[in-house]
Each structure stands twice: as C-alpha cells, then as structure tokens.
C-alpha cells in the first residue's frame, strides 16, 4: 500500500506558543538545499512518475514534516521531565543517541530532570526492582565510547496502563523509547494510552535495528557499523577458502527478515560469490540448484565464499514442532549457517569433490561494537531531532531520515511494514552483478 497525505500526519499534544531557546539560531523562513523549513514539507515520491501517479495537486502530494528545531515549542523547559528507555536488541550507536539526547535536552533547552528507565520497558515496573537513575551531561560523559547501552534493555511485552502510571506518577512530560519495530509497537500503545487518560506527555521513538528492517527512515543507525563489522568475516572466510584446495568459507549473519546486513557486507569486499537473504527464496538441489553451482564454481575457481543471512532459507529448517517464539513474540530462527555446512559438506562428497569448508558465525560480535564515526554523527543528529520534536509537542513519532532530509515518521507509519531487500530493486542488483549468482536457483 502507497502511503498517501494522511499517514504522514504527526500528531501533536497542542499549540506550540513558547519561544524557543534555539529561536535565534535559525535561518530565514524559507527552504534551501541543506535546509527545510518547518513549515515545508520533504515530498514521500522522488521520480517523476511516482508523483505523476498520484494525480493530486502539489499541496496534496503527500510530505514528511521536517526534523529540526521550531521557533515555538509545547513545552516549559524549566518544567520538563524527560525519561529515556532502550529496549530491545542492541545495536551499535545506543549509548551515542542517549548522550546525545541528554546534552541537546540540558545545554540547548536548559531542561534539568532527565530520568534514564533501566532494562527496557521493565523498568517502569516497580515489581522488577530496577528504580530509574538520574542522567546528565556527567553521567553521560564518554559513554559513546563503549557499545551496548549505559540503560540496559530487554524483550518481553509490559502493561501500557503500567507504563503511563509510572509516567504519571513521576510527572513526566517527554518519553524518548529508543527500540526497533517491538518498541516502537510499545511505544505506540502507550502514546494511545496518554491519549485515551487526556495527558500531555509526548512520546517519541528513535528506530534502532541493525537489521535495517524499519521502513521509511532509509537507513537505521548502528547498520553502517554493524556491516562493516562483518565484512571482518568476509575477508577471513576469503583468506581461507583461498588458501587450501577446494576451499568454502561460509559466513552467516545477523538479519532475521531482512537480509541487507549481507547485502552490504557483500558489497564492501566484494569477496563473496553467493549471497543469501531471506527475501530471496532459493532451491537447494537439482542441476541449477545453489549446490550445484557452488560445486561448480569451486571446480572452476578453486574456492569460493558464501553469505547467508540467519532468515534465509528457513523452509528448509521448518519442523513439526510449534514455532518457538522469544519473549517479544519474534520467531525463533533455526541455524541455517549450520544447515548449510553440513548439506555442503554432504554434497562435495556425494560428488567425489574433497572440499575444505571454514563456517564463521560473527553472530553478536557486529552488533555490541561502539558506533563508528558516521553512525555516532547520524545519532547525534537523529537524538537533535527527537529532542526538537518532543519540546515541540509532537507524539507518537520516530525521527528518521527520508530523500537525505530529517523528518517525523508518525509510528503507525514506521510499523505498516518491514523494510526489506527488494528482490526487483537496485540494490539486489547490484549484488548480483557483484557475485555474478544467478537471479534464481533452480
Ligand atoms: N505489539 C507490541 N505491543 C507492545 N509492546 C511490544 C509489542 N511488540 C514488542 N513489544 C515490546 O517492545 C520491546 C522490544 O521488542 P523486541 O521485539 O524485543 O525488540 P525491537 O524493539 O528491537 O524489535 C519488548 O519489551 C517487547 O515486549
Ligand atoms: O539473541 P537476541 O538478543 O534475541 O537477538 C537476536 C536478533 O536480534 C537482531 O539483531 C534484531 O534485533 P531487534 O529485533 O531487537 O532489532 C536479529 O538480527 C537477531 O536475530
Ligand atoms: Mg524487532
């Protein structure tokens, strides 16, 4: 489904009529481009058929409100009282979008109370005894530094009526949820619940997925680091298989639906002649199968390297037993890296081919690396955002990037769907033409 005008429509808790402190540092009213003006709009379509398609007038094309800093804002800094909450997986640039949070809120806006909400969404929860500590900019100072996150996090679903007594109780006016597609469902149910109780506390997400699997923010933070992290893989799984007969390497690698961890990862080195993601089913056997060709290759070339993304290929895992789920309600993965080793294994002999196959799993190890530079610039930027939007009275939003422009995503929006490789798209394409795989096995 194509979103149209009224799916970008952030909500707001009211009339922004306070000046804001960050009022003189902006530039004249207009639109520039490096710059979009508040009142501006940062068009959804970018070609001009998709624009042509929509049969509407310009002021009807539908746009993202822009990101950034407003002249008038909802909220009394001096009263503000602001919590913070990981929740989740990790990803790379947590602890930089916290820091980033905390000294945009305490030396731009001059708001003072900031409450840090430990391990995920149990720590609004009294019974699980993990009290909210206290951050400012010294306790916040270098964290960037580390990986994981100074808050902790965790998975598993808590009650939203909980979660907003404990806002309520704590007289807090801004609730920044830093999660991916499961937080940000959370956070939705709690925006709906302050709603429904007449409140005014703002609630806004910054998307964290190292799987890059949230839609309409073009890239989340912590992917660039956690693909450059496995391209490490890649090169040993190439050093390998290159230096015996026969050699495989095979690497998997994190990305439950979506597979552009490997993508990308492919794409850095270009050291990989077969990508596998779960967007892109793939047969196994027969003569145009993916072992076949592997075997192929290997006869041809002497080795060869393989990337799997721990969604791909999970037809060929699927038991009778009821699917087992994690404490968010994600379906648990079988291990296709280990599936494939053995079946590779099995068909090189089948084949009378000796083969020598390096399996490399850099599992965790991409994603509890600290951001690297270009992701901590994208955290801070996207932690300026968010702390914009929520002085500003928005809610039930995430700060994204759309078309290179900072923008509101309504949450509703950012949890239609999951963004995913596009099997038809540039991007597979450019895999393709970089392993020289064919477009189907089979
Ligand atoms: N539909 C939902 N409604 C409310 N909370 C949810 C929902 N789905 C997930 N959550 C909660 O959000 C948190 C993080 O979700 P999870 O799926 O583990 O990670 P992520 O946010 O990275 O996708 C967990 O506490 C989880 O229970
Ligand atoms: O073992 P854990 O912590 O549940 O995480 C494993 C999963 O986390 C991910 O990194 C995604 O995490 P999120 O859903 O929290 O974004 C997947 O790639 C991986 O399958
Ligand atoms: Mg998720």
Same mark, same amino acid.
């Given at each position: 489904?194509?979103?149209?005008?009224?799916?970008?429509?952030?909500?707001?808790?009211?009339?922004?009529?306070?000046?804001?402190?960050?009022?003189?540092?902006?530039?004249?009213?207009?639109?520039?481009?490096?710059?979009?003006?508040?009142?501006?709009?940062?068009?959804?379509?970018?070609?001009?058929?998709?624009?042509?398609?929509?049969?509407?007038?310009?002021?009807?094309?539908?746009?993202?409100?822009?990101?950034?800093?407003?002249?008038?804002?909802?909220?009394?800094?001096?009263?503000?009282?602001?919590?913070?909450?990981?929740?989740?997986?990790?990803?790379?640039?947590?602890?930089?979008?916290?820091?980033?949070?905390?000294?945009?809120?305490?030396?731009?806006?001059?708001?003072?109370?900031?409450?840090?909400?430990?391990?995920?969404?149990?720590?609004?929860?009294?019974?699980?005894?993990?009290?909210?500590?206290?951050?400012?900019?010294?306790?916040?100072?270098?964290?960037?530094?580390?990986?994981?996150?100074?808050?902790?996090?965790?998975?598993?679903?808590?009650?939203?009526?909980?979660?907003?007594?404990?806002?309520?109780?704590?007289?807090?006016?801004?609730?920044?949820?830093?999660?991916? $597609? !499961?937080?940000?469902?959370?956070?939705?149910?709690?925006?709906?619940? *302050?709603? @429904? =109780? &007449?409140?005014?506390?703002? /609630?806004?997400?910054?998307?964290?997925?190292?799987?890059?699997?949230?839609?309409?923010?073009?890239?989340?933070?912590?992917?660039?680091?956690?693909?450059?992290?496995?391209?490490?893989?890649?090169?040993?799984?190439?050093?390998?298989?290159?230096?015996?007969?026969?050699?495989?390497?095979?690497?998997?690698?994190?990305?439950?639906?979506?597979?552009?961890?490997?993508?990308?990862?492919?794409?850095?080195?270009?050291?990989?002649?077969?990508?596998?993601?779960?967007?892109?089913?793939?047969?196994? $056997? !027969?003569?145009?199968?993916?072992?076949?060709?592997?075997?192929?290759? *290997?006869? @041809? =070339? &002497?080795?060869?390297?393989? /990337?799997?993304?721990?969604?791909?290929?999970?037809?060929?895992?699927?038991?009778?037993?009821?699917?087992?789920?994690?404490?968010?309600?994600?379906?648990?993965?079988?291990?296709?890296?280990?599936?494939?080793?053995?079946?590779?294994?099995?068909?090189?002999?089948?084949?009378?081919?000796?083969?020598?196959?390096?399996?490399?799993?850099?599992?965790?190890?991409?994603?509890?690396?600290?951001?690297?530079?270009?992701?901590?610039?994208?955290?801070?930027?996207?932690?300026?955002?968010?702390?914009?939007?929520?002085?500003?009275?928005?809610?039930?939003?995430?700060?994204?990037?759309?078309?290179? =422009?900072?923008?509101?995503?309504?949450?509703?929006?950012?949890?239609?769907?999951?963004?995913?490789?596009?099997?038809?798209?540039?991007?597979?394409?450019?895999?393709?033409?970089?392993?020289?795989?064919?477009?189907?096995?089979?």
């Amino acid at each position: 489904m194509v979103p149209q005008a009224v799916d970008l429509t952030v909500r707001t808790l009211g009339e922004c009529r306070i000046e804001s402190p960050l009022a003189p540092l902006l530039p004249e009213p207009e639109s520039t481009e490096h710059y979009v003006d508040e009142d501006d709009r940062v068009l959804f379509d970018d070609t001009r058929s998709m624009v042509a398609a929509r049969k509407t007038k310009l002021d009807a094309l539908p746009g993202f409100e822009p990101g950034g800093p407003r002249r008038k804002i909802f909220f009394q800094p001096s009263k503000t009282r602001v919590g913070i909450v990981t929740c989740g997986g990790l990803c790379p640039g947590l602890n930089d979008v916290i820091r980033g949070l905390v000294l945009e809120l305490t030396s731009h806006y001059g708001v003072t109370k900031i409450y840090g909400f430990r391990n995920g969404y149990q720590g609004f929860i009294a019974g699980y005894g993990h009290p909210p500590i206290d951050l400012d900019a010294e306790a916040v100072s270098g964290i960037n530094e580390y990986g994981g996150t100074i808050l902790g996090t965790s998975r598993g679903s808590q009650d939203p009526y909980e979660i907003v007594d404990c806002l309520e109780q704590m007289s807090i006016n801004v609730l920044f949820v830093i999660g991916g $597609d !499961g937080s940000m469902r959370g956070a939705l149910t709690i925006a709906d619940v *302050v709603k @429904e =109780r &007449g409140l005014k506390i703002a /609630v806004i997400g910054v998307p964290k997925t190292i799987d890059n699997d949230i839609p309409y923010i073009e890239q989340s933070f912590g992917f660039q680091t956690a693909f450059s992290k496995a391209t490490e893989s890649l090169r040993s799984a190439h050093v390998e298989a290159r230096a015996v007969p026969n050699g495989v390497g095979l690497v998997q690698v994190m990305g439950r639906h979506s597979g552009f961890i490997a993508c990308y990862a492919t794409l850095a080195n270009n050291d990989a002649d077969y990508v596998l993601i779960p967007e892109v089913p793939f047969q196994l $056997d !027969g003569e145009n199968g993916f072992l076949a060709h592997l075997r192929r290759r *290997v006869a @041809e =070339r &002497g080795h060869a390297v393989v /990337v799997a993304a721990e969604g791909a290929g999970q037809e060929y895992l699927e038991s009778d037993e009821p699917g087992q789920v994690d404490k968010s309600g994600n379906r648990n993965l079988k291990d296709i890296g280990l599936f494939l080793r053995k079946r590779i294994a099995e068909d090189f002999a089948a084949h009378g081919m000796e083969s020598s196959l390096k399996y490399i799993d850099p599992s965790y190890a991409i994603r509890s690396v600290p951001a690297n530079p270009y992701d901590s610039v994208y955290c801070i930027r996207l932690a300026h955002a968010a702390v914009h939007a929520a002085m500003a009275g928005r809610t039930a939003m995430v700060v994204g990037r759309w078309r290179g =422009r900072f923008v509101h995503v309504p949450i509703a929006l950012a949890i239609s769907k999951r963004n995913q490789v596009d099997p038809t798209g540039d991007l597979w394409m450019s895999v393709l033409e970089t392993t020289g795989q064919p477009r189907h096995f089979g």
